[in-house]
């Protein structure tokens, strides 16, 4: 291989064995690739220790400290982050080693389109429309960091930033039950960070509000309805399900003093 500069991609897990090979089989060309464990009770760190390019960190924080951490810890010209349920393909990889092979000093960072998988089966409109999923992935060691405020944030990072061509499968939310694992992660997190002033509950009408056109945005706008039932409820989810789960909980720390409910525990 004629001479390049170095890439590092930093991958957050936690329980991921039945879907890590595959984003790291897409990732063996990589000077390195660090994955931040959140101590794992599956095989996760076993199947990360099979690659010979992959370092495994293990570290308790929100995912995005993981992340940062991840950061830190590149030695590398480039970073990448990515997730365990995320699959580079063969063009987008042909891309990147483009750039490290010729990078344009103009730019710092890259954007990454993607394909959205919801409930196993790829969105084309609605909550997966192409235009709407390209995310910043690829940066120049030390232009970027999350803040850490929420876990849906954007990363700060230092631009201009170009779009790479070819794009990452994202196999999220394979069924509802899981989506609602997750949102139930996602949602006891957010809160968790707020003051008692912040958790203060919107009034009904308002949220109310926000749902109904979060569902018009991602079911009308986007026109998720191209996608038939896939677009609805995933419209339905992504939309008001989220909303009206996040406001309740704000509501519910807020009333017991800012305090967090510890879940019931139910066999």
Known sequence: MSARQTVSVVVPTYNVAPIIRRCLDSLTWADAVLVVDMFSDDDTVAICKEYANVQVFQRKDYIFANVNYGLDQATTDWVIRLDSDEVLNLELQASIQRVLKNPDPTINGYYFPSVQYIFGEPMHYG????KHNERKCMFRRGTARYECKTEHEDITAQGPFGVLAGYYEHFTNHTVSEFVRKMNYYTDKDVERQSG???????????????????????????????????????????????????????????????????????
Not at 127 to 130: A, D, N, S
Not at 197 to 225: C, D, N, S, T
Not at 255 to 267: D, E, F, I, L
């Open 127 to 130: 909550v997966g429309l192409p």
């Open 197 to 267: 002033a912040e958790l203060h509950p919107e009034k009904p009408m308002r949220v109310w509000y926000r749902a109904v056109r979060m569902f018009i945005l991602y079911y009308f706008q986007w026109q998720g309805y191209k996608d038939g039932y896939l677009g609805f409820y995933s419209s339905i989810v992504r939309g008001p399900l989220y909303v009206f789960t996040t406001e309740a909980k704000r509501w519910e720390a807020w009333k017991n003093g800012g305090a967090t409910p510890v879940s019931s525990q139910r066999s």
